[in-house]
């Protein structure tokens, strides 16, 4: 619903910045990203991958050693962060524990001269928002973990920023919970119409909360896209299998027409793959999602034999593991309905795939 | 929901309170079991020392033992008019007494009623003197009453003891009624010996003396003198000294903590803020004065304080001082604080580290994000959760100044002593342990009523010291 419009582009720029902790090993390499106004965008990457330093570089708690960033267009370098007007949730809250819940989303008003009546206006919106009225006298230690959640996100929403920063805002609820905080947060979102910046290193979490994902690994975005394209049509072999489940076949790309690539695999089979991302005569990692691949269906090129190694039952679908091209790590996702034939251990049976799901990614 | 007037029982039918009761007794046991070495070693070396020494400072009953006719003539005593023959005889009985059982023994009674009124030190030792001269029929001999004291041996040759205190008393009995027998009236001739005697002051102080349980002391602690009739007056203005040091001490340990804050605070939070090696090596810095000795540290002030020393030859040298008009910066007041809180300094900068270091940037942050100052953030913020470790640092420097000793004693010279100087010197000097026994109670309650007020204000459950 939120994809930028061209006026909304590059509300948050960042501009070949690079940051460097110790001068010697660079931990952001090379980052350019633009935001659009109103856009959910999610970091989403390895733990160690540079994600929350980007955010205090955005929030202004660490400098980059290079590069720009800009944040409506002005550079924002130099500003302090207390002058940059951007909204920000800590993984552990960080809720002033001296104060009540209402002292606590009060502060950022009072720092800016607010009066005392539009404050406490602001303060209840704010609380009933994310349904805490009753809450404001309380201490943040007298909550629950996902009360303070949501004291925390309406603090850093009730000064009304133009952004928001969330840095794995939900790292420490439970599974159930943080479902229904992502909702939550998604549903304002889209309600305020803020921008967001989002890390986790939760995939689940940045595919249904974002509109667009920016995959971090190794100080440097290896892919930006939507959710469904970056489980669906991944550019690289890290993001293939950094996102959802993945089978790997590698092996050396013989020739390569309209698009289609011939793969020799290291057992001497071919196979013909989508080329995305690879060369003629070079090495290539071919990525296949479980859910593609089907048991018993039509012959086609790549149609092989497959032995089933472990079943594992999982109520709508069955887990099947196999050896396919050697690779005994191959899963195989098969629908638990009435027309399917019951697969036993040790089995041999063929499976097969189309071309255009499979893809011949860089090695 | 279940009936609540029946009682829960367990398994094997006992009621539930009952075994819980039972489990719980057997972990407290097991607890104190725990903890009764410690406990026993604290009472004997500690609590027990502290309450009999305190108690000194309320009772004593040594003048009832060195003067007993006299204390028992004094008690019913209304403290007016001129002193009886009756008194005379009754002072001049435990003298005799006293003389014969240990010849210190009238010295040490007239040490505890100098400490009421001056002068009777004097009046004791020269009645001593004029009855020594008085001859007395003893042993088959007439001999001179001093002679008769000196040649009463103490042990035999070989070191037994040929006397026991009774036999003692029982002689001295006999003997100061054979010298009232031969020498009654005795008032004229003790007045003549010191006319002291004559003055009823001293029969007063020794009715003060005479009580064993008494606020003598205390009120003496507190610069008032407590009369025999009950009541208290407050001494001249120049015989004040403990209230005005009381005061002092507070002043210096109030001086003392605020600047021990003052250093210890930018010290603590950049521990916390530095990464763990660096930091490491700061604490060591901080530590360091531990690892060497108290004296020593104190010494080294003298030489850099004193008058030729390292500041004052520094402040010559830049002309901020005249040489031949150099700061008086110790054996004063002002070395007594500089050293001080020199040496107190860890003690507010480790709990005050231990505090911060749990406090997490990113409340601070958190604060600038919303659009704080720098000052604000610090100052709403991260000030208030330092509270805990500026509560705990500055009780603990606090505690530790108000009874501190050595340092004032080494470089306070005149003005910079405190209380804990002076029962010191009573302790060792004087020997007016009563009067050292009650400064420290007052010192104790007056603790305790800060501590109190701390309690009130702060709150001890906020304290944080590690
Ligand atoms: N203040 C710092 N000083 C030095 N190095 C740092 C500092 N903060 C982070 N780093 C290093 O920078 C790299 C990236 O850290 P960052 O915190 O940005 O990772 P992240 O993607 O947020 O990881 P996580 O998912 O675990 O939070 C890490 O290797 C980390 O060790
Ligand atoms: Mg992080």
């Not at chain 1, 924002?76 to 009540?100: C, D, E, S």
């Not at chain 2, 603990?396 to 004032?408: C, E, N, S």
């Amino acid at each position: 619903m939120l994809t930028a419009t061209n006026t909304d582009e590059g509300f948050v720029v960042f501009d070949r910045v690079q940051k460097s902790y110790d001068g010697n090993a660079l931990v952001v390499k090379d980052l350019n990203l633009d935001i659009a106004k109103g856009e959910f965008l999610t970091m989403l990457g390895p733990s160690g991958s540079g994600k929350t330093t980007c955010l205090m570089m955005l929030a202004g708690f660490e400098t980059a050693t290079h590069g720009d960033i800009r944040l409506g267009g002005q550079p924002i370098n130099n500003i302090p962060p207390h002058k940059r007007g951007i909204g920000m949730v800590f993984q552990n809250y960080a809720l002033f524990p001296h104060m009540t819940v209402g002292e606590n989303l009060a502060f950022p008003l009072e720092v800016r001269k607010m009066g005392k009546s539009e404050r406490d206006e602001k303060v209840k919106r704010a609380l009933d928002m994310v349904q805490m009225g009753e809450f404001a006298g309380r201490r943040p230690a007298q909550l629950s973990g996902g009360q303070q959640q949501r004291i925390a996100l309406s603090r850093a929403l009730v000064f009304e920023p133009q952004l928001v920063l969330m840095d794995e805002p939900l790292g420490a609820l439970d599974k159930q919970l943080r479902e229904r905080m992502q909702y939550e947060i998604k549903h304002l979102h889209e309600r305020l119409g803020v921008t967001v910046v989002y890390v986790t290193h939760d995939q689940s979490e940045a595919l249904t909360m974002s509109d667009r994902v920016a995959v971090f690994e190794d100080g440097r975005i290896q892919q930006l896209s939507s959710p469904d394209d970056l489980y669906e049509r991944p550019e690289n072999s890290f993001v293939a299998q950094f996102i959802g489940e993945n089978n790997k076949l590698s092996g050396m790309v013989t020739g390569i027409k309209s698009g289609v690539a011939e793969v020799t695999l290291d057992n001497g089979s071919k196979v013909s793959a989508l080329a995305v991302n690879c060369e003629q005569g070079s090495r290539s990692t071919l990525s296949i999602r479980p859910e593609r691949v089907t048991l018993g269906g039509p012959k086609n090129k790549n149609t092989t034999e497959a032995e089933v190694l472990e079943l594992i039952y999982l109520g709508d679908h069955i887990r099947c593991r196999m050896n396919v091209h050697g690779n005994e790590e191959f899963v195989v996702k098969v629908a638990n309905s009435a027309g399917h034939t019951h697969l036993k251990a040790g089995e041999k049976t063929k499976v097969s795939w189309l071309a255009e799901d499979c893809r011949a990614l860089d090695a | 929901m279940t009936d609540t007037s029946a009682p829960i029982v367990t398994a094997d039918g006992t009621p539930l309170k009952k075994k819980l009761d039972q489990a719980m007794f057997r972990s407290r046991r097991n607890a104190f079991l725990l903890v009764a070495p410690l406990l026993a070693f604290i009472i004997a070396s500690f609590i027990i020392p502290i309450v009999v020494l305190l108690t000194q400072g309320v009772y004593d009953s040594s003048f009832r033992k060195q003067m007993p006719t006299v204390a028992t003539f004094v008690a019913d005593w209304d403290g007016q008019g001129e002193p009886s023959e009756e008194m005379m005889q009754a002072a001049l009985t435990d003298i005799v007494v006293g003389l014969t059982i240990d010849r210190s023994i009238p010295t040490k009674a007239a040490v505890r009623i100098n400490r009421e009124v001056s002068g009777a030190t004097s009046m004791i030792k020269k009645l001593i003197r004029a009855t020594g001269k008085w001859k007395i029929e003893y042993e088959g001999k007439e001999q001179r009453l001093s002679d008769v004291f000196r040649n009463m041996e103490d042990e035999d040759d070989s070191g037994v003891t040929l006397l026991d205190e009774s036999e003692r008393r029982a002689i001295g009995v006999t003997l100061a009624k054979a010298v009232i027998a031969q020498e009654a009236p005795v008032k004229a001739k003790m007045i003549k010996a010191d006319k002291k005697w004559a003055d009823i002051k001293y029969w007063q102080a020794m009715k003060v003396a005479s009580k064993a349980a008494s606020p003598a002391y205390l009120a003496a602690a507190l610069d008032y003198n407590y009369s025999h009739d009950g009541e208290f007056q407050q001494r001249d203005e120049d015989r004040r000294i403990h209230v005005k040091l009381f005061w002092r001490t507070l002043e210096i340990s109030l001086i003392v903590t605020l600047a021990c804050l003052f250093l210890g605070y930018p010290i603590a939070y950049l521990l916390s803020t530095l990464s763990v090696r660096s930091s490491n090596l700061l604490l060591i810095l901080v530590l360091l004065p531990f690892w060497t000795s108290l004296l020593v540290r104190t010494t080294a002030w003298i030489a850099m304080l004193q008058a030729q020393g390292v500041m004052n030859d520094l402040f010559v040298v830049f002309g901020l001082a005249a040489d031949d008009d150099r700061f008086s910066l110790i054996y004063n007041k002002t070395g007594t604080l500089i050293a001080m809180t020199h040496i107190l300094l860890p003690f507010m900068i480790l709990p005050l580290y231990s505090v911060m270091k749990t406090i997490p940037p990113s409340y601070v942050r958190a604060a600038k994000s919303m659009g704080a100052t720098n000052w604000t953030a610090f100052w709403r913020v991260y000030f208030p959760q330092s509270v805990a470790g500026i509560g705990a640092g500055a009780l603990l420097v606090f505690i530790l100044a108000i009874g501190y000793y050595i340092t004032p004693a080494l470089v306070g010279g005149q003005d910079g002593q405190m209380i804990s100087n002076m029962i010191d010197f009573h302790m060792r000097k004087s020997l007016n342990w009563n009067l050292a026994a009650a400064l420290g109670m007052v010192l104790l309650v007056f603790v305790l009523f800060l501590f109190w007020i701390y309690d009130r204000v702060v709150g001890i459950d906020n304290m944080k010291l590690g």
